[in-house]
């Protein structure tokens, strides 16, 4: 019983179902004609955009967040005007296809679907429309939809295909090379933030400030209410009876995997042909060592001669027989093998074993239990699966199958609950929190199989939004924040003060020295930050790469603050054709950049083309 949500993890398959995201809302419940153009919340051309329809693609993307953000926050963060900018764009490309009679033939929908690896079976590695349709009654898609969606993808594809740029500017990569490849050095001197330095205690306004600038940090999570109906092979190993005949049954079906066979400790020397090893043999029997004649006659070291301890199964069978008539110190005569003319000798013989029944009986009891186990959940999982599609809800399933229903009150994204804690009792690994938060309230889960030897199947009771915590419910918490922004602010000061006493004439060392801090020098670094001190950060670099040798610049690290002077400019002087990865790099995002600024301009000429109008009233 696979159901194969694990199957779903190709890049091309999550890209090609967030783009379906969007389409499906516009074009999968019809084409919206017979709306009112007034309660539109934005128009295409001939096509609408619906409240419905953004509010739904909203949705979807929100469960991207999963619940670490609320809705006013995504809005604030301008995620509702991107998911509306993205239905129009959709809608213009469908326009310019429509337009440019842009057709995709049926026999290319379909094999770029049977291309699609997330739809193939296991074992054979080709199509299966059973999981093609598994897959996507996981995603809540219908067969129709996908392929629709498919051919839009397409037919966007061929819109924005010839939408590139055909070659880089050698001037421009050139000069773009040797700018990325310039490397500065700096002095710089690290403040730290003292975390134990007394701020006092803050008023009641200041907490409600922090409070409020710090929504973020202070909202709980979406949680949610669930049912759970959990599964596992573990549990069901211990109803298994395993018989005294069933135990001897296996021990002679795999008594192979207790016996150690024969060995013997064997030296070889290979000769070319029958003659040599007349000669070999000869030279053996005149009491000259194994060693030397096989250096002599075969031209073989000590370690090519010695085939460690093995069994007969290790030997050709024309040479096996012979070589385990043997005893210890016994060499062979000549005989011909694979290779040419063989002679061996037996150093050591190692006898065989063969574990008893008794010995290995607990191993066998839990093998075949745990066998069993999968077996007895596996049909578990069957008859669970027609239970609940057959209409019974998880309280009836369960009875039927004798199994108990788990109730959770709250879980987040992560698994914890209400106070931060590990919710004890989930099924494991990461399936089980991705099938819960894409779930809807109200709604049954397909059953699901974790990879562990468990099955589950959930439904969601009820679930409480993302939400600021109240100021009172979190008040340590909104205390600790604002010292830690108070000793902050201490240590921000003091670099600002540094900074302005460099503009005074005064030299880094001078000033570092009140403070009991070092002056470090860093190594030379490029402007992506290669090479950089981790108290460099981005914003210093760049700050720094606009400066001239002596001037300075002050940023934030990890720690506290930086003060840096620049020391010195290293310009790159190597030849950008002898830097081959570095100047095909350098090519690829220009030519990207030239690529996206075409497709923007392209954008902006749509939507000049073909009029759209988005209502602001009811955005």
């Not at 991207?64 to 764009?89: C, K, M, P, S, Y």
């Not at 030296?267 to 005149?286: F, N, S, Y």
């Not at 240590?491 to 006493?501: E, F, M, S, V």
């Amino acid at each position: 019983l696979n159901l194969l949500r694990r199957g779903v993890q190709t890049w091309y398959f999550k890209t090609l179902l967030i783009l379906l995201a969007f389409s499906f809302v516009i074009w999968g419940a019809g084409d919206f004609t017979g709306g009112s153009r007034g309660g539109a919340v934005a128009t295409v051309g001939d096509q609408e955009i619906s409240g419905p329809t953004v509010i739904n693609a909203f949705n979807r993307q929100m469960r991207q967040f999963r619940g670490t953000i609320t809705a006013e926050q995504a809005r604030q963060l301008g995620v509702l005007d991107q998911v509306l900018n993205g239905l129009i764009d959709e809608s213009l490309y469908a326009e310019e296809a429509s337009g440019f009679g842009v057709k995709v033939s049926d026999s290319s929908v379909i094999h770029e679907i049977q291309q699609e690896t997330a739809f193939r079976d296991s074992l054979t590695k080709k199509f299966d429309r059973s999981t093609f349709q598994q897959v996507l009654s996981q995603n809540g898609l219908s067969e129709q939809q996908y392929v629709d969606g498919v051919r839009r993808a397409s037919e966007r594809s061929q819109v924005l295909g010839g939408f590139t740029a055909a070659a880089a500017p050698k001037a421009m990569v050139d000069r773009l090379y040797r700018w990325r490849q310039e490397q500065r050095v700096a002095d710089v001197l690290s403040v730290p933030i003292d975390i134990t330095l007394d701020v006092g205690a803050p008023d009641e306004s200041a907490l409600a400030l922090i409070h409020k600038a710090r929504e973020a940090q202070f909202t709980a999570p979406e949680h949610r209410r669930i049912s759970v109906i959990h599964v596992r092979a573990a549990e069901l190993k211990g109803e298994i009876d395993v018989s005294e005949t069933d135990l001897k049954e296996s021990y002679e079906q795999h008594q192979g995997e207790f016996t150690v066979p024969e060995r013997r400790q064997v030296l070889q020397m290979v000769l070319p042909d029958a003659d040599k090893g007349k000669a070999a043999a000869t030279m053996l029997a005149e009491g000259r060592t194994f060693d030397d004649v096989a250096k002599t006659i075969a031209d073989q070291d000590k370690s090519s001669i010695d085939l460690g301890a093995i069994s007969k199964a290790d030997l050709p069978e024309e040479l096996a027989e012979a070589v385990f008539k043997l005893n210890k110190g016994e060499t062979s005569a000549p005989l011909k093998g694979p290779f040419g003319t063989h002679i061996f000798r037996v150093t050591r013989v190692l006898t065989g074993t063969t574990k008893t029944f008794d010995e290995v009986k607990s191993e066998l009891m839990e093998r075949i239990a745990a066998d069993r186990a999968i077996d007895a959940l596996y049909k578990l999982g069957n008859a669970l699966d027609d239970a609940l599609g057959g209409g019974a809800s998880l309280e009836e399933a369960a009875q039927q199958m004798n199994v108990k229903v788990k109730r959770f009150s709250a879980v987040d994204q992560q698994g914890r609950d209400r106070d931060g804690k590990a919710v004890e009792g989930l099924p494991s690994g990461g399936a089980f929190l991705k099938v819960l938060f894409e779930t809807e309230k109200g709604e049954d889960s397909q059953l699901s199989e974790t990879g562990d030897g468990e099955y589950f199947v959930l439904r969601v009771d009820g679930v409480t939004p993302a939400a600021v915590r109240p100021l009172d419910e979190v008040r340590d918490q909104v205390v600790a924040a604002w010292r830690s922004e108070q000793q902050k602010l201490r240590a921000n000061d003091t670099a600002k003060g540094i900074l302005a006493a460099l503009g005074d004439g005064k030299t880094l060392n001078t000033l570092a020295l009140p403070h009991g801090l070092t002056v470090k020098t860093t190594k030379p670094f490029k402007r992506n930050g290669a090479g950089a001190d981790p108290v460099l950060s981005s914003g210093l670099i760049a700050e720094l790469f606009t400066r001239k040798v002596g001037e300075t610049a002050m940023g934030e690290s990890p720690t506290g603050f930086t003060v840096a002077v620049l020391m010195s400019i290293k310009a790159q002087e190597s030849d950008p054709e002898k830097d081959k990865a570095a100047l095909e790099a350098t090519q690829n995002g220009v030519l990207r950049g030239m690529s996206s600024d075409i497709i923007v301009q392209y954008n902006n000429a749509l939507r000049d083309r073909h009029t759209v109008e988005i209502n602001q009233r009811v955005v």
